[in-house]
């Protein structure tokens, strides 16, 4: 048995072997995003089109599923008489992709990061920045009483005070700024 290629695998599906395939340019009018389908007009006036499919396969939850905006333009792709698909859109609400792996031009820069992980890892190396900054705070006010209390050594006080005060003046630590996560790209 030889090995299918995609138009054979589509015709399949379609169950129509006979069919011939063509796009229409139309109009979202509504679209049902759990049910993963969109009503649209044609924009050569022909009869609307109910249940578009925004995926091509139907009932899949994995691949990908275009989510058009409303009263935008999209190419709807026939593959059966009664039965089409979104393939391409001029405004999109939502790009859904669901697979094993994505690449992103060429994935050169390496992963993705997992925004909660990194917030805790975040987190973590603030918490040790702030005890180094009070251990220096104790220390400097440590030897700065110890230097004024000896009247030899009342000469160097200054160094650990100027220690202290460059240490207070840090800005504080803050919490994590969510604001570096896109949350339009999710995973």
Not at 77 to 86: L, N, Q, Y
Not at 114 to 130: F, S
Not at 170 to 178: E, W
Request: charged residues 20%.
């Amino acid at each position: 048995m030889k090995d299918k290629n995609i138009r054979e695998l589509i015709q399949e599906l379609a169950g129509d072997l006979a069919a011939e395939y063509y796009g229409k340019p139309c109009e979202v009018l509504e679209i049902d995003e759990m049910a993963r389908t969109c009503d649209v007009k044609p924009y050569d006036g022909t009869a609307i089109i109910y249940g578009v499919r925004l995926q091509a396969i139907e009932g899949s939850e994995k691949g990908v599923a275009i989510v058009p905006k409303k009263g935008s333009g999209v190419l709807v792709v026939f593959i059966s008489k009664s039965r089409a698909f979104v393939a391409l859109g001029e405004q999109l609400d939502k790009l859904i992709i669901d697979c094993d792996e994505v690449t992103f031009n060429g994935g050169d820069l390496g992963g993705w990061f997992k925004a909660p992980d990194m917030n805790v890892e975040l987190n973590k190396l603030k918490a040790r920045q702030a005890a180094h900054e009070l251990a220096l705070i104790a220390f400097a006010a440590a030897q700065n009483t110890a230097a004024l209390s000896v009247p030899l050594f009342a000469p160097l006080a200054v160094a650990p005070a100027a220690l202290n005060a460059s240490m207070t003046a840090l800005p504080p630590n803050g919490v994590f700024n969510a604001s570096l996560i896109d949350d339009k790209i999710t995973h």
